[in-house]
């Protein structure tokens, strides 16, 4: 099923996710539905928050920069329970959007590489480093799980002059292609 996506101005995506155990119930048809979810949006990345489930589970699927970088052309993957334990002190600006704010782009600064634990869909233990598109998307998305949205990475300058904006959205003053929802 496809899942309608959860808008700015919900609780859930305020909330800091539960660890995921082993027997949750129909994790892989959650994992698919996702995937699907996600691909129905046109997005790079997806976290349970924005579905709707306050569990640490989020979805990346860089494969629509495989033409510039063929080494993302499969690049889907599943993290479960995961934990950034190192950011690298170097950071750049990219210009991130997220499927729970319609309408918004801006320019966010994040570390440009971390090392992780996390768990993938089979509950094999990682750790890993990332760096380039893959790194960023990770950071967007795990901050979903912590309860943190990219607005919130603004300066508050930044944030100040989105406000109008911000306040839209909780009002359901927007508008995108895909099936959306406000809890
Ligand atoms: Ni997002």
Same mark, same amino acid.
């Given at each position: 099923?496809?899942?309608?996506?959860?808008?700015?101005? @919900?609780?859930?995506?305020?909330?800091?996710?539960?660890?995921?155990?082993?027997?949750?119930?129909?994790?892989?048809?959650?994992?698919?539905?996702?995937?699907?979810?996600? @691909?129905?949006?046109?997005?790079?990345?997806?976290?349970?928050?924005?579905?709707?489930?306050?569990?640490?589970?989020?979805?990346?699927?860089?494969?629509?920069?495989?033409?510039?970088?063929?080494?993302?052309?499969?690049?889907?993957?599943?993290?479960?329970?995961?934990?950034?334990?190192?950011?690298?002190?170097?950071?750049?600006?990219?210009?991130?959007?997220?499927? @729970?704010?319609?309408?918004?782009?801006?320019?966010?600064?994040?570390?440009? @590489?971390?090392?992780?634990?996390?768990?993938?869909?089979?509950?094999?233990?990682?750790?890993?480093?990332?760096?380039?598109?893959?790194?960023?998307?990770?950071?967007?998305?795990?901050?979903?799980?912590?309860?943190?949205?990219?607005?919130?990475?603004?300066?508050?300058?930044?944030?100040?002059?989105?406000?109008?904006?911000?306040?839209?959205?909780?009002?359901?003053?927007?508008?995108?292609?895909?099936?959306?929802?406000?809890?």
């Amino acid at each position: 099923m496809i899942y309608p996506i959860v808008i700015y101005g @919900s609780q859930v995506l305020r909330q800091k996710a539960e660890p995921v155990t082993p027997d949750y119930p129909d994790l892989g048809k959650l994992i698919e539905d996702m995937f699907l979810t996600l @691909s129905e949006a046109d997005g790079v990345g997806l976290a349970a928050p924005q579905i709707g489930k306050s569990i640490k589970l989020f979805i990346v699927d860089c494969t629509p920069w495989g033409e510039e970088q063929p080494e993302l052309a499969d690049y889907r993957k599943v993290f479960i329970n995961a934990e950034i334990y190192e950011r690298s002190e170097e950071t750049d600006f990219f210009n991130e959007g997220c499927l @729970s704010l319609p309408g918004l782009h801006e320019d966010v600064r994040r570390p440009v @590489s971390i090392r992780m634990r996390y768990l993938d869909e089979n509950f094999v233990e990682h750790d890993e480093a990332f760096d380039g598109l893959p790194a960023r998307v990770i950071q967007h998305e795990y901050d979903h799980t912590e309860g943190v949205v990219f607005t919130d990475r603004l300066s508050s300058l930044r944030r100040n002059l989105l406000r109008g904006k911000l306040t839209g959205l909780t009002k359901g003053k927007y508008r995108c292609a895909y099936k959306t929802k406000q809890i």
